[in-house]
């Protein structure tokens, strides 16, 4: 009888720490032995000449969500899943968005309901907090971090989502008791607004100017106020898609003086500009985000942070609104003015691609990095090490199975989301997944999506630990 499930062989296994010459051992979705050469099994997976990563940890991505506009994200927890899994992303963390005048209990319950019957891949939940009750603080949230949502968003920029620094505080101090991560987008909401009124008085209402309206500098200042607000509760914070390098060096100075401060960088602000929105009529709409694409020295910055780590982890911050569809990008018409786009680039398959290529490819970045920054450290951060996010003895079988060799050029048609374009539109990289496991079935084989929806399963994070080291952390009841 075979002793395994599957063997992977002949492969190079890569972790956050290690590069090794084995084969890899699954039975009933675990890794379960890691050896120079092991025993019989039902299937083989021959790797030779491939590198065996774990599944990725996409930590920051928009499924199945309405924005505070009230647009819908093309994807589902089907598609988004799919699309997931052919770039070699195994677990994803999207958001239970609270919208003001809501329970985020109700919230959670439909999100269970929206993934329940359509998961692909394994999936936890972030909560965005936009409206933070005396019900909501005291009651709602203690019991969802108690079942296994231990991570919340705010919001310091739009009017329908923006917390005040009072209320943040609130937040952050309840996190800091629950044993809870708090992540900030942060923006100055008043600067944006008077330098976006300018902007519209003086007729300019073209795509482009959307990031004369978010300029670096109002990061920059949300960046240092929220990082004073955490050290005045001594809570940790996750700064999320930060976009060039003078909000990162707030980050420095914060670790520098022993804060609990980590942050996050997105394809998008490592390998495109703002020069891709002053495109001709309403093209430059594909590009927006917030914050805005920014500069070269912007990008050397952040590939600099990812270096020394001080970026933990890259996310795709997949936000799938689509172009030519009056729900998506144009759904206040196709002149309308950079105040009514949907902000949010698709990203969800060509994370790790683009990373892979970019960074490790061109020497900027090695292995290691790769997989810590795309798989370790969220799975640490999020409370799912080491179930997920390495290669190791008993944890889940989440692997990708690489060909670094491999060239491909991105176009729309090779991608497997629910969008009609993508902003990294015949960009050649090298390096792709060939075959994805999630728990030891593979899901995604050289070309050919396996599996069913309804295959993913909830996951349940761990809390941390107050007062021990930050990456502490206890198992969600």
Not at 176 to 186: I, Y
Not at 245 to 256: H, K
Request: charged share 25%; with cysteine.
């Amino acid at each position: 009888m075979p002793e395994f499930d599957v063997v992977i062989r002949n492969g190079t296994v890569v972790t956050a720490s290690d590069r090794v010459r084995c084969e890899v051992g699954i039975r009933e979705g675990k890794v379960v032995a890691l050896a120079d050469r092991l025993g019989p099994s039902s299937a083989d997976i021959d790797a030779t000449g491939w590198l065996v990563l774990p599944g990725g940890v996409d930590s920051h991505c928009h499924i199945d969500q309405k924005s505070s506009t009230g647009v819908i994200t093309a994807d589902d927890f089907y598609s988004g899943g799919v699309s997931a899994a052919c770039g070699g992303t195994t677990t994803i963390i999207p958001f239970a968005a609270q919208h003001r005048g809501q329970s985020l209990r109700d919230v959670v319950g439909d999100y269970h309901g929206r993934a329940a019957h359509k998961a692909f891949v394994d999936y936890g939940f972030h909560l965005i907090v936009s409206d933070p009750t005396e019900k909501v603080l005291n009651e709602e949230l203690p019991e969802l971090i108690d079942e296994g949502c231990p991570s919340f968003k705010i919001y310091m920029t739009y009017d329908a989502l923006k917390l005040t620094d009072r209320q943040a505080l609130d937040v952050l101090s309840l996190a800091r008791r629950e044993g809870a991560l708090v992540m900030v987008h942060a923006e100055n909401s008043d600067a944006v607004a008077w330098l976006t009124a300018r902007l519209l008085s003086e007729g300019h209402t073209a795509p482009k100017f959307h990031a004369a309206s978010r300029p670096v500098l109002v990061e920059r200042e949300a960046t240092s106020r929220i990082i004073a607000l955490a050290e005045l509760v001594d809570a940790p914070i996750l700064i999320v898609h930060v976009s060039g390098g003078d909000p990162l060096e707030e980050i420095r100075r914060a670790r520098d003086r022993g804060l609990r401060v980590y942050a996050e960088t997105c394809p998008q602000y490592l390998v495109l500009t703002a020069d891709e929105m002053d495109r001709p009529g309403f093209e430059g709409a594909k590009y927006m985000c917030s914050p805005p694409l920014r500069d070269q020295a912007g990008q050397e910055a952040l590939w600099e942070g990812l270096r020394d780590g001080l970026l933990q982890v890259f996310s795709s911050d997949h936000a799938p609104y689509r172009f030519d569809d009056p729900e998506g990008k144009k759904k206040h018409g196709a002149d309308a003015p950079f105040t009514k786009v949907p902000n949010g680039l698709p990203g969800l398959e060509t994370r790790l691609p683009l990373l892979f290529s970019e960074g490790v490819g061109k020497g900027r970045i090695d292995l290691s990095v790769f997989v810590a920054v795309t798989a370790t450290a969220p799975a640490q951060i999020y409370g799912l090490y080491p179930r997920k996010g390495t290669i190791a003895v008993g944890s889940d079988a989440d692997i990708a199975i690489w060909d670094p060799e491999r060239e491909l050029t991105i176009t729309r048609n090779v991608l497997h989301d629910r969008m009609d374009y993508t902003p990294y539109e015949g960009m050649k990289v090298t390096g792709w997944p060939v075959v994805t496991l999630s728990r030891g079935e593979v899901i995604w084989n050289d070309g050919r999506v396996e599996g069913v929806p309804g295959r993913g399963r909830f996951l349940k994070r761990a809390r941390r630990v107050p007062g021990l080291p930050p990456d502490s952390h206890v198992p969600a009841r």
